[in-house]
């Protein structure tokens, strides 16, 4: 940061403000702080008749891999309503009375996931701008190989373990980094 968005001023400074506890960006003239908080990313896990609808990326990161439909937070949303817009964005569809299934913690790299799962409305989807095509998988047909990120593949492990006990208990956990299959 060169300038304060704030004042204007340019006496930005990096260090630990007084009453605080971590560097951050902070305008000497005006006392604004610049607080950097994780990104929350929402998105559901959408059934119909027994299969999982995943979405294909048309977008960077991973490009060309399989995801469920998820994607930033917007203000002025719940985390229900992110998601829900995040499936009608990516994959054309709704989802019926959601329940919250998982919450991921990525603290490498400054994120967290809400997972909702439910059941797709009327079975319809369809490829939204930022997906190359939209597919309903079985367990055996999921492409565990190109699975876009950590979030997912746990997701669905989860799921398909919950399914045989048909109990789906809202589940927390810490997801460390990991490399991707085709990161070097």
């Known amino acids: 940061m060169k300038f304060c968005s704030h004042c204007g001023s340019s006496k930005i400074q990096h260090t630990i403000p007084p009453g605080d506890n971590r560097h951050r960006h902070h305008c000497d003239d005006c006392g604004n702080i610049y607080y950097q908080n994780p990104k929350i990313i929402c998105g559901t896990l959408p059934i119909y008749n027994g299969k999982i609808l995943l979405c294909r990326r048309a977008i960077e990161p991973r490009y060309g891999y399989w995801t469920l439909p998820a994607g930033f937070m917007e203000n002025g949303e719940t985390t229900e309503e992110a998601a829900q817009r995040e499936t009608l964005e990516e994959a054309q569809a709704q989802i019926a009375s959601p329940d919250l299934y998982v919450i991921y913690n990525l603290p490498h790299i400054s994120q967290v996931y809400f997972f909702y799962r439910g059941a797709l409305v009327d079975g319809a989807y369809g490829a939204?701008?930022?997906?190359?095509?939209?597919?309903?998988?079985?367990?055996?047909?999921?492409?565990?190989?190109?699975?876009?990120?950590?979030?997912?593949?746990?997701?669905?492990?989860?799921?398909?373990?919950?399914?045989?006990?048909?109990?789906?208990?809202?589940?927390?956990?810490?997801?460390?980094?990991?490399?991707?299959?085709?990161?070097?």
């Open 128 to 184: 939204g701008s930022e997906s190359l095509e939209v597919a309903l998988f079985t367990e055996e047909q999921i492409p565990w190989e190109h699975l876009a990120f950590p979030t997912i593949k746990r997701s669905l492990e989860l799921y398909f373990s919950d399914q045989k006990t048909a109990r789906f208990p809202v589940r927390i956990e810490d997801i460390r980094r990991t490399r991707l299959p085709g990161e070097h």
